[in-house]
Every structure is written in structure tokens, then in C-alpha cells.
DNA sequence: CAGTTTAGTTCATATATAAAGACCAAATGT
DNA sequence: ACATTTGGTCTTTATATATGAACTAAACTG
């Protein structure tokens, strides 16, 4: 249903295949791994080394691609970054929670992770940048929901696909509306199953100069569980540390602020 | 008459574009930049938003790609990495001659750059990362070329295509091998507007562990072309101090080594 | 060094896709 | 509150493109 660009994601597919093996690969390799044929795997290849992404480390050893990559990842990064103010913040949640925590920014009718510290829990949550939970039915997802305009909220929701991904995924517009008027009223918000399995998770709207961002703390419900009121007053107090006492009263007053 | 993947391309090209601009782009805007048709860009986004690779920073003002990149791009950097040790090396080139200079390394018939410090002067050769020049008729290219084997150098010469770029270009096989010859025997690789017009530099061959490299010192021919037996003194001196006196002998025997 | 296997390249064509245009929604201005 | 403009989405189809197959070149192997 969506449309899909083929050769733009077979371009991201290879991108994310050398992230992983962080090794030069031949065109046969290449098109062995991703099933391609040869002739389309030598157009990609050819098109990427001829735009200067892709080289040869060593003679007849396959390709790699080149530091251009990084390079303009970084003035992307460095134009329009995530204040280091967040990434402190994250870093003492990460440190206080002890489980993972993430940053999110919407996209279309998904929240996008941003950044994402992993619990040093070997049972843990386990995320990367850019991984998509569906906005309505996240605890993530609602904290940004809630940061918009009422008719665009409106708007969004009336388009969502309501599917049911566990025992409490909320499956009308109204509910998630509601939801989110309890949540904020609570000073939180909450998931625990309603998404990910066996997922129990706290998160927090975090506008900021007019990007409109979320914070979340998760890990599995036998160890969140009982803490979620807990990690909400911790989270809360972090902002307060991070980003000015009067944080929620200037961006967020609809937040009831926990002690 | 190369084949080109156009969509592959085109997701370059917004790579790119986001990078250079540094701001948040609508659909309209790109469409409009780009000349692409709004559906094509509609569909194009809508790909790098599902693959998590694109977000809305803020509510209804653009996309802009999301810290995935950086960190895909960190990864495949960080596992094939250009040792610390060339980078120094390449400042210290840098410090010394008050030009550009650059690493390279091979693809297909052209050499590529990798890293480039560009000179402090006002009149300078500009490049960046990706930059990609014919392997045949630069003296960055010919650095690479005398790494290869015989019968490999023999094929790619023996493909290459010969075009006129400027007054010293060579323009058959024979004459490529003549210039590389007599450049092992000099001891060192040079360029006089035989692709760049108004260019003069000097490359030096530069294989690490197993990986085919050049490094290079180059700026307009009126401030280098006196410097250019000084300037390759230097650039052997400087491989010696980063990489070992005896690097040469070890690895490159044929070159001559300058006093 | 000849025979065999593997890797890379080219090309015609069936097929998947990009794009034109119509449509819809939501801001913005009057 | 209505009209206008702007931004985003959907669908159909002509067309550009991905691919199978055939080919060439290089690397092994005994």
C-alpha cells in the first residue's frame, strides 16, 4: 500500500548492509546476500561508486563505501542538531533508570526514534536510531500527540489504522484522545503492552524550541512495572535540572507536575 | 552510456541537498528544487520515512533525515577505518606546504578522494570527500596505478578511455606506463595541468596494510610549480617520520628515495 | 600452461515504476 | 464564514528500467 521506491531502498539496504559487516563486499557477494541479480547489483554499484559513495580498499577485494558518507552525515548532524542539553538529559535518565531510554520525533503517523541509550540490563529493550512505533498506540507516540495543535491531533487520529498489537491498544480515536487528557492530567504517560509485548514504559512530552520531541524510559514489565510512578517523578524532576524549573509551566501547562 | 540507477541517484542527491542546505525541507520545496514531479517526491519520501531515515522536526514545517544516517555512516567509518596515524600524517602535509592536499584511494578507473585538507589560501584547489578524477591522467591516480600488479595496471590502462583534458594529458596506454616508469624512477608523481587546468601537484604512492593509497600536495601551478622537487623531499620525509624510515623499502621498493 | 571456475559486463525486452493529473485537506486571507 | 491558495495523496498508464541470458575476462587448479 505504501509506495515504496525500490532502488532508493536497495541503496538503503546496502548503506545498512556495510554498517553491519563493516567489511568491503564484491558485486557477487553483494548479489548473492540481497538476492539481486548480478546486471542490477553492477548498476547500483555503478551508480554509487560513480557519485563517489563507493571505492576499492584494496585492489580486486570489493567494494566499501567511502568516507562521503560520513562526511555529509555529519554537516546534517551538526546543521540541525539535538541540543548536547538533551543528550545530557538522556544520559542521566539512562544512569538513573538503568534501563533504556530514548528520544523521539514524529513522522507522518509514526514516532521516529532519535537517539536511544540502551539498559545495561541483558534483558533489556533493544532499539536504534530511526526504528517507527505507530504514534497512537505508544506511550512515545502520545507524549508527541499531545504537543500538537488540537485539529492536527484530530486529523491524525482520524486517519490512523487502529490494529491491534496487544491487550491494551486503543482501537478509536476517542480512546486515544482520552488517553492522552488522563495522562496528561496524571503527568505522564504510560505503556504496558499495549505495543510491545511485555513492554512497560514512561514517557514524557519534551517540546523544544518548537521541535516537538518525547522521552521515554522502558524495559520489561516485571521490572517496570511497579516503578513506573517512580521513573515518571524522576523523569519530571531530570527536565527540571536539565532545562529550567519553570520547563513545563512555559511549554507544556497542561502537564500536571508531579511533586 | 554508464547506468545510471535514477532513483538511487536521486536519493543521493536529496542526501546531498539536506546536507548543503541544513534545514528542513517540504514536499513541495523538494519537488520544486529538484524539478521532480510531486508524486515521484511524495513516493521518494515517503520510502526514507518508512525505512526511518527521514522525520518532521517540527509539526507541518518539512522533513529532515534523522541521526540514522550519522550513525550508519559512523559505523561503516569506524570499521574500515583510515588509521589515525594517515590523518596526522595528511596535517602534517597540510602544516607544511600551505596546500590542499588528499588521500585517495581506487575505483574502477578513477581515483577517489577520501580525505581532503584544504589549503589557508584564498586561491586554492578545492575538493571534498567523493571528488573523483580519471586514474590514468592524474598523478593521484598514477600513485594508485603503480601499486598494481602488472597485468592489472595492463587491463585498466588498456580500458580507459583517452580524452584530452589538457595540454599534458597521455593519451595511450604506453605512454600512461612511460610517466609512471619514470616517476617510480624520480621518486615521486607529478601534475601539471594534465587534468585540472592551472594545477601542479605532487603524489606519492602510499600502500597500508594491503590498502592501495596516494596522498597528494596540490595548488595552482603559478605557487607550485617551482616548489615541486622540494615539496615531494618533504611529503618522503614526513611518510618516513609517520610510517618508519624503511617504509619505502619495504613496501615500495621500486620507488627512488630523495636524499 | 591448458582447462575449469569464478567474477564482471553488455544488451534486448518484459515489466515494474515514475509521473500527469485529478483529488482532498488544511491553512490563510478577506 | 467563505474563498483562495497551498500542501499533500491517490490512481492510471505510458515509459523508463530492472533483469535474464549470453558473453568476456580473469583467477584458479592440477
Redesign the pocket.
Known amino acids: 500500500?505504501?509506495?515504496?521506491?525500490?532502488?532508493?531502498a536497495?541503496l538503503l539496504d546496502l548503506f545498512e548492509f556495510f554498517a553491519t559487516t563493516g567489511r568491503p563486499a564484491?558485486?557477487?557477494?553483494l548479489?548473492e546476500h540481497f538476492g539481486?541479480?548480478?546486471?542490477?547489483?553492477?548498476?547500483?554499484?555503478?551508480t554509487l561508486v560513480e557519485r563517489g559513495f563507493l571505492y576499492e580498499p584494496r585492489?580486486?577485494q570489493?567494494f566499501y563505501p567511502t568516507p562521503r558518507w560520513l562526511n555529509l552525515a555529519q554537516e546534517i548532524a551538526h546543521a540541525e542538531p539535538l541540543p548536547d542539553s538533551l543528550q545530557d538529559f538522556l544520559r542521566d535518565l539512562a544512569r538513573l533508570s538503568k534501563e533504556t531510554v530514548w528520544l523521539a520525533g514524529s513522522a507522518?503517523q509514526h514516532a521516529v526514534f532519535l537517539s536511544v541509550i540502551e539498559s545495561p540490563h541483558a534483558i533489556r529493550y533493544t532499539a536504534q536510531p530511526g526504528k517507527r512505533v505507530p504514534m497512537h498506540a505508544t506511550a512515545t507516540g502520545q507524549a508527541l500527540l499531545c504537543q500538537m495543535?488540537d485539529?492536527?491531533r484530530?486529523?491524525l487520529l482520524?486517519?490512523a489504522t487502529y490494529e491491534r498489537f496487544g491487550s491494551g491498544t486503543p482501537m478509536t480515536a476517542g480512546e486515544v484522545e482520552a488517553i492522552i487528557q488522563q495522562s496528561l492530567k496524571r503527568g505522564w504517560f504510560m505503556s504496558a503492552s499495549a505495543y510491545s509485548q511485555d513492554l512497560g514504559g514512561v514517557s514524557v512530552p519534551l517540546p523544544l524550541n518548537g521541535r516537538m520531541l518525547s522521552a521515554t524510559v522502558a524495559g520489561p514489565l516485571f521490572r517496570m512495572g511497579s516503578l513506573m510512578e517512580e521513573t515518571a517523578v524522576q523523569m519530571q524532576a531530570a527536565v527540571k535540572r536539565h532545562f529550567g524549573k519553570d520547563y513545563f509551566n512555559r511549554h507544556l501547562p497542561a502537564l500536571h507536575q508531579l511533586p
Request: charged residues 15%; proline residues 11%.
Open positions: 500500500m505504501p509506495i515504496i521506491v525500490k532502488q532508493a536497495n564484491s558485486l557477487a557477494e548479489s539481486w541479480p548480478k546486471s542490477s547489483t553492477f548498476n547500483l554499484i555503478t585492489p580486486r570489493g507522518g495543535p485539529q492536527r484530530a486529523v482520524r486517519n
